[in-house]
Every structure is written in C-alpha cells, then in structure tokens.
C-alpha cells in the first residue's frame, strides 16, 4: 500500500451526508500518539454553536480541536474546519480561514481544503472522501493525486449515500478504498 | 470549480512589489494562502492565460486595477450574521453604550454595509439611534457605493429576518425594507447617521476615538505580523472602557495587547480596560 515509502504529515477526511456514522466509528479507534494531525471537512449548516467537536471529543481519546483563525498544526490531533469558513494551510504548521464565496454550494468546501493541503503538504497527503450527495471533493482529490499523495475512498456499498464516493471512483485515481469499520485501522498503520 | 493554478509563488511576490510601487496599496502581509487564491480566481473570471497579461493589465491600466481591488478583497457578508453575537451586543453592548452623549461606532472593513445597516437597527430598537454615529470604512470604493444606495437582494430578506429574530429583534423585519422584485431597499432613516469613506487598515491610521469597534472577518487575511498592527490602530481608536468585537474565529488572546481586554462572556467581544 506504501507506494512510495514516503511519510505521513496530514490526514484529510472530506464528508457529506451520510459520513458523520464514519467519523464517529473512526476517531473512537484512532491512536493517540499518531505522528501527524487528522483534519476533518464536513459540510453542515452554519450555526452558531456547534456541537460537533464536543461530540467527537466524547468518543475520542486524541484532542479534538474546532479550528480558528491561524490556529497551529500540530500532530495526533483532530481539528474540525468550522461551518462558514473555507480552511486553507497557510504553510505546514499554520491554518488559515477564508470567508469567501461557496464552492460546490459548499463553506467549508472539501475541494478547497484538499487542493491546499495538495499544495502544502504534496506526496505526504493522504485523502480520504467519505459518503455525500455531491461532487465536493472530487476534484480535490485530483489535486492529491497530481502531487503524489494517497487517496482513500469510502466503499459506495457501505456509504449512507453513494454519490460523492462514486463520482470519485469514476473520476480519480485512488489507492484504497475502505470500510467503516477498517478506516481507522488503515490511518493507525500509517507512517 | 476550483480556480486554476496560473501565477507561482515568487510571481505573487513580484506582483504584490510591482503594485506597491505603481498605487502603494500593500499586500505584502496579507495571509498568502487566501491571496493567491483571490489572485488565481482573478485569472479565472477576467480569462488571462499567464501571469504575464494578469501583470502587463494590472500594472498599466488604472480602471482595471479599481476592478482588481474589488476582486482581490472578499465581500462576503450578512446581515445579522453570528445572530448571538448580535444579541449580545443588543443586550450587554449598547445598554453600557447608552450612558455616553455620543455614541460613535466603527465597522472596520464594512464592505458593503450589511452589519452597518444591522447595527442601526439594534441603536434604533435601543431607542439610542438619535445620539449615535456610524462610521463604515473599506479598502474597496465600491462596495462602499453598494452600502450608500442601501439596496440588497431580495433573495436573502428571508435568512436576514431568520437572523434578525435570533438576534432578540422582536419587530417585523420587512419593516426596514420596500421590496421591489428582486431588491429590498432599506429605509433611508438607516443611514442618517451612517458615514461612509474608504480607510485602508495597512496603511491609515486612526481618525476618531469609539466607544465600539467592529472588524469581523477581516483579520482572518491577514498575517499575525499584520494583525499585530491593525489591533494597534484599534487600540488607538477605543475610549477606555470601549468594546472591540471581532469574527467568531477569530481572536485577541495571541495579541501583545490582549492583557488590557476582557472578553465578555465567551462572545468574541473585548471590553477595553485603562490603560492609556
């Protein structure tokens, strides 16, 4: 599966309708002492409390963090990009928000925060896009792939909704496609 | 659709130098994740194939460099956007605020003038309209021209009034407005007390002293050096006991000046203590 030996230095999951089931299974099983930071792009609506990070905290031993303006990277973490807001890398250890247009009818947008993080961290990438009901993301990970990086793609069998996961099989080149259950599994075993 | 990726780093970096030189604006300090994207989206929409013709356009036509500002700034706005944080504002901001003669405020890149527009509301049902005033700045003279003519498209009356009844307004929203087709035109009493000027936070420096500085979702690109700076000018620019509020993700802690601040409740709103 290592098909370049390289290292590990981000994790991005992309999620839509359907994929909270997924994250929840995933980050309740993931180690606490990974060696790079997890970073999770969900598209839900903009609200002023969110609940989603206290939630997965309850379920995850490593720390859950809702990202802030120029918020640092830092690893065995899981940060969430809040609801509103685009998530850039302004480099490898710095976040950084972008209140701009939708994309894909999507703030946060999955495309946006994989091709940066394409540009960033390049070869040492791994992309995960899990079920949803639109195409967000898909080209993103076209820009993972460019640079080298890995993608993941949730099974379309096991997908709540298979469009997304379909529309990148169709579309992308990817390395894996995984379960529910196993995705966890496959990050702990990354170096 | 993602924008392409047609200008490179260290063109980016020219560029920014050559536009300095040409018009003095200064983006050198901006956050240059958001920036090259603006600037690759700019490629995209005006359809130049190199950063060659981006440069040759910018740098020798003036009106188009006008266009390229507009562009280059996000002006993605609400009215009411954060309904908390306007609660807060109605119910623990602007009762303090009612005990000056004058109230004057300060919407720090207002673009084009929804939360100014938002604000006048809240003094207006605080029965404080009649002694405040508004002033509403941004690097951009455009949406400036957008904020004066008070028209907003009426597609979003329906969020903004969903907003307006988060935020405590117990009014009829569409009160403040006269549909026609797909505009709302807000009431001109709005903008009695509304001042509008264009103000660049990189290079102008402060012009009056306020009780209430309002900048949310501007920070955000710029980079902390930047930041750094601006949080100075609005420093500057509050009375003692003067209240800085900022966007929901954005903060004052990691500022050299957050030390004389105290948050109110977990709002991302300061409260200025004395120290000038």
Redesign the interface.
Known sequence: METHGGKTELVVIGGSAGSLQVILETVKNLNVDLSFPIVLVVHRKAQAESILPKLLQQFSDNEVIEIEDKTEVKNSKIYIVPSDYHLLFENKNIFSLDGSEKMNYSRPSIDVTFRSAAEIFRQSTVGVLLSGANSDGVEGLKYIKKNEGKIWIQDPESADVDYMPRQAIQNVEYDLIVKPNNLANYINQLK | ??EP?IVKDNEIEHLIKDIYESYGYDFSLY????FT??INRICMIDRFASYAELRYQVLNDADYFKHFIEEIT?N?TEMFR????FKSLREKILPQLGTFPLIRIWVAGCSTGEEAYSIAILLKEAGLYHKCLIYGTDINPSVLETARAGVFPMHQMKTYSENYM?SGGKKDFSQYYTANYDSAKFDRSLQEKLILSTHNLVSDSSFNSFQLVICR?V???F??ELQERVFNLFDASLENLGYLAL?????LR?SNLGKFYHQIDDQKIWKKVDHN
């Not at chain 2, 956050?31 to 958001?34: F, G, V, Y």
């Not at chain 2, 954060?82 to 944080?85: A, K, Q, R, Y």
């Open positions: 659709m993602l990726s956050s240059r994740a958001s994207r603006r996000v993605v954060d309904p908390l944080f988060l979702n920070l955000i690109y980079d902390k966007g929901s993700k954005e903060t990691f």
